[in-house]
C-alpha cells in the first residue's frame, strides 16, 4: 500500500508583484516528499529553493496551485507546529543562553518547566552539545551556534525538518563535520528533511532525492533518487556511484542554465 507523501505540491507556481513589474518566482512546481526523505534543493542564485521552501513552512503564499504538509495547507501546518525550521543564520538571541534560546519557543508553547528542560537536555545531546546549555552564543564558533539552532528547531519534536543553507556560511572542514552528524541525527530520529543547499557535493553526500532547480523562473529540471545506502561514510564521496550522481546533477544544472539562455 502506497503511503500519502508528507509534502505535496502540484502545478505551483508564485509571482512576486514589484514595482518593475511581476517577478516570476515559481512556475508549475510538482512535487511529492515521502516520509523520512532527506530531499535536498539545488540550483543557481534566484531559481526558487529558499521561496519554495517558505513556501512549504507557510511563509509565502503561491499564486496558483496547491500544497499540503501531512495533508494539512501549509499555515494549518505551521499551527500543528508541524515542522521545525532553521534559517542560513542561527538567529541566537545574544542575551540568552544556548539553553535559554532552544527553551523559548517551548516557553511560547506553554510547556511545562520540567519539560522543557528535559526537551532542552534531550535535543542538545542531540546536536553534541551536552554541557553547553549555559554558554551564550558569542562562547560558541559558528559551527556550534548553527548546531544550537538546529536544535532549538528539533525542541518541540516536529516529524519534518526544513533547513535554508544552514551551514553555507561555514569552512569546508567544519562542513564536512556537520553533514555527518546531521546523517546521523536523521538515522536516529527518521524526521522528513527538506534542504536548500548550492553545494554539489552536499546534496549527493546528504540526500535520498535531489531536486535540481532551473532559474528564471523556478522550475524543477530533473528529481534524482540516491543509491547511496542511508548510512554513508565520508569517504564515500570517492565511491563511483557518488561521483556518477554528482555529474548528473552538474549537467542538471547546465542543462538549466541553457534552456534559461535559450
Known amino acids: ?6 509534502i ?6 508564485l509571482t512576486f508583484q514589484t514595482n518593475d513589474g511581476p517577478v516570476h518566482a515559481l512556475r508549475d512546481v510538482n ?3 515521502q516520509k523520512g526523505d532527506f530531499v535536498s534543493f539545488i540550483g543557481p542564485s534566484g531559481c526558487g529553493k529558499t521561496t519554495f521552501l517558505r513556501c512549504i513552512a507557510g511563509l ?4 496558483a496551485g496547491q500544497i499540503t504538509v501531512n495533508g494539512m495547507s501549509p499555515d494549518e501546518a505551521r499551527r500543528a507546529r508541524a515542522y521545525g525550521y532553521v534559517f542560513q543564520a542561527a538567529g541566537l538571541y545574544p542575551w540568552r543562553t544556548i539553553g535559554g534560546n532552544i527553551r523559548l519557543p517551548l516557553e511560547i508553547m506553554g510547556f511545562s518547566k520540567a519539560e522543557q528542560r528535559d526537551r532542552v537536555a534531550r535535543v542538545l545531546d542531540l546536536v553534541e552539545l551536552s554541557g ?3 554558554k551564550f552564543p558569542w562562547q560558541l564558533s559558528g559551527g556550534m551556534q548553527q ?5 532549538r528547531a528539533l525542541a518541540f519534536d516536529a ?3 526544513l533547513m535554508d543553507e544552514p551551514f553555507g556560511a561555514l569552512d569546508e572542514i567544519v562542513r564536512d563535520h556537520l553533514n555527518e552528524q546531521l546523517l546521523a541525527l536523521w538515522g536516529r530520529t527518521e524526521k522528513t528533511i527538506g534542504f536548500v543547499t548550492h553545494s554539489i557535493p552536499e546534496a549527493v553526500y546528504l540526500s535520498t532525492k535531489i531536486v535540481v532547480m532551473s532559474p528564471r523562473p523556478g522550475r524543477i529540471s530533473d528529481v534524482i533518487e540516491s543509491p547511496l545506502p542511508r548510512e554513508r561514510p ?3 564521496r570517492d565511491s563511483p556511484e557518488f561521483i556518477e550522481i554528482a555529474h548528473r546533477v552538474r549537467d542538471g544544472l547546465r542543462a538549466g542554465h541553457q534552456d534559461d539562455a535559450a
Open 60 to 63: 509565502e503564499t503561491p499564486t
Open 1 to 6: 500500500m502506497t503511503q500519502d507523501p508528507v
Open 31 to 33: 512535487l511529492d516528499i
Open 234 to 236: 565520508l569517504d564515500i
Open 132 to 134: 553547553f546549555d549555559k
Open 147 to 151: 548546531r544550537a539552532s538546529i536544535a
Open 8 to 13: 505535496s505540491a502540484r502545478a505551483l507556481d
Open 159 to 161: 516529524d519534518i525538518l
